[in-house]
């Protein structure tokens, strides 16, 4: 259950016998295990880092110029280069263990900046708010932590000795201000850190590196308390269905509690259609107090991981901040809001190096959202093949943990598997079915499995009844619950019953067809109002788009484009960026503009996939329900309207892959599924 890991770790007399080659070559080899792939640059700027440390650590009383700074530099009796704090995203250039101290380094060749100084600040914050030895080497012994840039290249300007001191509590064991030094400077700011020490106790290396990820409790609370004031637009808009939400949270609620108390594993499986609020109900489970220092939320969707993040820090911003959170001073702010959304994690930082361990002491309870979207065994994850499937690395990776009582809270969202190499919700039964863990399902869920995971399941004989289970109705289309309905029609090549639901709709809940761009925009715009949320969406794979101004694959930041507001050309709002599926699962806006390109278009025999190769499209018939899956998830995330837009296509007939045809051919097609043409609607 480690906290990190260092490429890189050695007593200072081990460090400095060791010759300066066989270190970078230590590093350059972990690196390697990893999955990193060391740049020339960065080689260099090892190469720099460790020659510092070598220089200035090394400065023995019979060899080096200034033998009182030897004596004083002995007490840092341990070097480790590369830490690396899975859970938080952060890898820590240096920290210097020492007796009563640690020092923590950032090494920048060019001049420091202010950013540079709240970076390594914030390493120190995390040392303390995440690192359990850390907080206890400070509680129990008063050690204190020391944060340093060095500018590894020329020369600092000449300032005042610093008058430092210490951050308010609960990071009283910070010295402030952070030191900025330069190469020739680091032996003095070593030498004034040991000066500040209130204990010379000395510091266990191998317990600090096997030390767990364990969120302080004041952490703990600010991470309730922004969640529980945010507003995040993603899962912040919901409407009638939501007793069927309370009442699923519930019953999830209780089977947790079961576990915990009969000791048994468990996989409560909670499906829904897109917008149904699998989501908020993940969250108001990790954010429970009651599972408070057990339960993590852990998705393989990371943009909605930057939209819940940034919206968490925006909430703060405009609200929390003017009183402040229990247990921190107002001016802590950037650090609390950067640090307080640990609790939301992407799946990979979770699972660590192949899922051998969650590096985490929480965890026990794990909400795993777009819990169909894990991966098979094989698939290159981090650049390296898994070694099982994933969704039984992480049961392992549970049980070598805790043991007993471990719960995954598993949210499956039907026919969204959108990446080759996804595997659905039945390797989690699979998985329990190898691992001996309990599946707690509902009879509606069940119904949703195919033929042979209904099998193994059943087959198993450790099914658990859930009551409530399977969210139904849509939190989005709220007016008109059956969007969804419609889209599986015409993803399932059904033009009469796609016809059939369209003509459920009234005017105002209809889906309108546009083949000008510009005619799309102008109808989001005339519908969009205050802080409704309008934005144009694509494939990932429809490269020819750009021929309209569209590049699905520029990917621009999710979370400026859900969050900022109208005037900032970041916002979805502007209509001037378009986000793809893989950006946008998970997340909502009222107005969305669908752009429709030949990745999957109409044949004789119903939809092909096509992916652009070169100058081309080839066909790709064994990616046809990805490819499905990809415009199901486009075609299910306004909240409140929605118009799709087929280009014309080139009628010059010069560019061959804008097929005027194609093109044609997907625009009836939609018509014939009851789509009504926006060219009939008076400008």
Not at 411 to 438: D, M, T, Y
């Amino acid at each position: 259950m480690s906290a990190g890991s260092a490429w890189y770790s050695a007593t200072r007399s081990e460090f400095l016998e060791m010759p300066h080659d066989k270190v970078v070559e230590r590093l350059t080899n972990a690196a390697g295990r990893d999955g990193w792939h060391v740049e020339p640059e960065q080689h260099e700027e090892w190469l720099a880092s460790v020659d510092l440390l070598q220089n200035h650590l090394s400065r023995a009383v019979t060899i080096l110029r200034q033998s009182l700074a030897d004596r004083s530099l002995a007490d840092f009796e341990a070097v480790v280069l590369e830490y690396d704090m899975r859970r938080r995203g952060l890898r820590i250039d240096c920290v210097l263990l020492g007796k009563g101290a640690i020092a923590v380094l950032e090494f920048k060749r060019n001049a420091v900046q202010k950013a540079d100084r709240d970076q390594v600040e914030n390493y120190c914050v995390n040392l303390l708010e995440f690192h359990g030895e850390t907080r206890r080497l400070h509680q129990e012994h008063s050690v204190i932590l020391a944060p340093i840039v060095v500018q590894t290249e020329g020369r600092i300007a000449k300032r005042p000795v610093p008058t430092y001191g210490f951050l308010p509590s609960p990071w009283n064991a910070i010295v402030t201000p952070t030191t900025a030094s330069s190469r020739e400077e680091l032996s003095d700011s070593l030498r004034a850190i040991l000066g500040l020490r209130h204990s010379t106790t000395p510091l266990d290396r191998e317990k600090w590196l096997r030390s767990a990820f364990s969120p302080s409790s004041t952490i703990l609370d600010a991470a309730l308390s922004l969640y529980g004031q945010h507003d995040v637009s993603a899962i912040g808009h919901h409407a009638a269905p939501i007793e069927l939400i309370r009442d699923c949270t519930e019953h999830v609620c209780s089977w947790i509690r079961k576990s915990q108390s009969d000791s048994a594993n468990r996989i409560i499986f909670v499906s829904g259609a897109p917008g149904s609020g699998k989501t908020l109900l993940g969250l108001q489970v990790a954010f429970a107090p009651e599972f408070a220092s057990d339960s993590v939320f852990v998705t393989g969707n990371s943009p909605l991981v930057e939209v819940l993040e940034a919206a968490l820090k925006q909430s703060y911003v405009r609200g929390v901040r003017r009183r402040g959170l229990a247990g921190y001073p107002k001016e802590a702010a950037k650090h609390v809001i950067k640090n307080a959304t640990f609790k939301i994690v992407k799946a990979h930082a979770f699972l660590g190096e192949r899922g051998s361990q969650t590096g985490s002491s929480d965890g026990k309870v794990l909400i795993f959202d777009e819990a169909q979207r894990t991966y098979e065994k094989g698939k290159r994850v981090l650049r390296k093949p898994l070694e099982d499937d994933e969704a039984a690395l992480i049961l392992q990776s549970m049980e070598s943990s805790y043991g007993q009582g471990c719960v995954v809270v598993a949210l499956l969202g039907h026919n969204q598997f959108i990446n080759a190499g996804e595997v659905g919700s039945g390797a989690w039964i699979h998985a329990a079915k190898r691992h001996g863990w309990r599946c707690v399902i509902a009879s509606e869920t069940l119904e949703l499995l195919s033929d042979s995971d209904r099998k193994a399941l059943n087959s198993s004989g450790t099914r658990d009844v859930l009551k409530t289970g399977h969210l139904k109705q849509s939190l989005r289309y709220y007016r008109n619950t059956r969007i969804e309905e419609w889209v599986a029609a015409v993803l399932d090549g059904d033009p009469k019953a796609a016809a059939r639901v369209a003509n459920t709709f009234d005017e105002t809940d209809t889906v309108w067809l546009t083949r000008s761009l510009q005619d799309g925009k102008c109808w989001i715009r005339s519908h969009r109002v205050g802080e409704q949320r309008g934005g144009i969406v694509g494939s990932g794979n429809g490269g020819r788009l750009a021929a309209e101004g569209l590049f699905v694959g520029l990917k621009p930041s999710i979370a400026d484009w859900m969050l900022k507001p109208d005037g900032d050309i970041r916002s979805s709002n502007m209509l001037e960026t378009i986000q793809n599926q893989y950006q946008i699962q998970g997340l909502e806006i009222d107005w969305a503009l669908v752009c429709w390109d030949l990745d999957l278009r109409r044949s004789n025999s119903g939809w092909a996939a096509h992916k652009l190769s070169g100058t081309k499209w080839q066909a790709k018939p064994a990616s046809l329900d990805v490819a499905k899956n990809g415009y199901r998830v486009l075609l299910t995330r306004a909240r409140k309207g929605m118009a799709i837009y087929v280009p014309m296509g080139d009628r010059t007939g010069v560019d061959e892959t804008r097929s005027v045809a194609a093109y044609d051919g997907i625009a009836d097609f939609l018509l014939q599924c009851g789509a009504k043409s926006m060219a009939s609607l008076a400008h």
